[in-house]
């Protein structure tokens, strides 16, 4: 009997070592390190916010502010609940947050970083930040296009969610009943982007926490996206009563 428990034991390790090997999904090796298939890096921008769920890691897409609770007694700051659009005008916005002095010369300082980085996060991090200067090389051919939209930051953001009971999350779950206006937009800012370096952009949006639960229900969301100049956010727009509910179609 403890030979059958043995060799049953070998045969599920090599099953799931095959796996790991001919698998599309991404697995972590021995080091802690991400293997991440080739299309999903070919064809998406990196995800500042969230690099390990776009490529199937886990986790989620929220982003979350404050530390941890020290004890079970812990209270939080009561939180405002309103609607997304209402607060638009609160998410503040900053000027375009980068130069165009000197890239080459910090292209080449970011290369020697990465080279001496083993840790695949922090590594592709770097690489992300080559891959973006490189992209405003190209910002002049692209410039009337990108500067149509304002743009914010992480910061920015952090602060509304510090005051407003609102998350934010990858925008797949809202495609469905986005209005004809989102879609066009969302459609020519890929194109744009596809034009400037061959890769789609990554959408989110900012909502209250209950619509991401509630597939079919009124929505109201601020659309957003990864800009391909560095790591900032441009404001697409927001959508109230022209959302579309699949229920009514």
């Given at each position: 009997?403890?030979?059958?428990?043995?060799?049953?034991?070998?045969?599920?390790?090599?099953?799931?070592?095959?796996?790991?090997?001919?698998?599309?999904?991404?697995?972590?090796?021995?080091?802690?390190?991400?293997?991440?298939?080739?299309?999903?890096?070919?064809?998406?921008?990196f995800d500042f916010k969230n690099w390990s769920s776009q490529y199937g890691r886990g986790g989620n897409s929220?982003?979350?502010?404050?530390?941890?609770?020290?004890?079970?007694?812990?209270?939080?700051?009561?939180?405002?609940?309103?609607?997304?659009?209402?607060?638009?005008?609160?998410?503040?916005?900053?000027?375009?947050?980068?130069?165009?002095?000197?890239?080459?010369?910090?292209?080449?300082?970011?290369?020697?970083?990465?080279?001496?980085?083993?840790?695949?996060?922090?590594?592709?991090?770097?690489?992300?930040?080559?891959?973006?200067?490189?992209?405003?090389?190209k910002y002049d051919k692209f410039k009337s296009f990108f500067d149509g939209f304002q743009n914010t930051t992480?910061?920015?953001?952090?602060?509304?969610?510090?005051?407003?009971?609102?998350?934010?999350?990858?925008?797949?779950?809202?495609?469905?009943e986005f209005p004809d206006e989102a879609i066009s937009v969302m459609k020519k800012y890929t194109e744009e982007?596809?034009?400037?370096?061959?890769?789609?952009?990554?959408?989110?949006?900012?909502?209250?926490?209950?619509?991401?639960?509630?597939?079919?229900?009124?929505?109201?969301?601020?659309?957003?996206?990864?800009?391909?100049?560095?790591?900032?956010?441009?404001?697409?727009?927001?959508?109230?009563?022209?959302?579309?509910?699949?229920?009514?179609?």
């Open positions: 009997m403890k030979k059958i428990k043995i060799k049953i034991t070998e045969w599920l390790k090599n099953i799931k070592f095959k796996r790991s090997k001919s698998s599309k999904r991404p697995f972590i090796d021995q080091n802690g390190n991400i293997n991440i298939p080739r299309g999903l890096e070919d064809t998406y921008l929220f982003i979350v502010t404050g530390s941890a609770p020290d004890s079970a007694n812990t209270k939080y700051p009561t939180k405002i609940k309103v609607k997304p659009i209402d607060v638009l005008k609160e998410l503040e916005t900053v000027p375009t947050p980068f130069s165009l002095a000197l890239i080459d010369e910090k292209i080449e300082i970011l290369k020697d970083k990465a080279s001496l980085i083993n840790q695949s996060y922090a590594k592709r991090e770097v690489e992300a930040l080559i891959e973006r200067l490189e992209n405003r090389k992480d910061e920015k953001i952090d602060a509304l969610f510090e005051k407003y009971e609102l998350v934010m999350k990858t925008s797949d779950i809202f495609v469905p982007m596809q034009a400037l370096c061959g890769k789609k952009p990554i959408f989110y949006v900012i909502a209250e926490d209950k619509d991401f639960k509630k597939a079919y229900e009124k929505r109201d969301p601020i659309l957003l996206v990864q800009s391909p100049f560095g790591f900032y956010w441009q404001i697409l727009g927001a959508w109230d009563k022209e959302m579309l509910l699949l229920q009514y179609l």
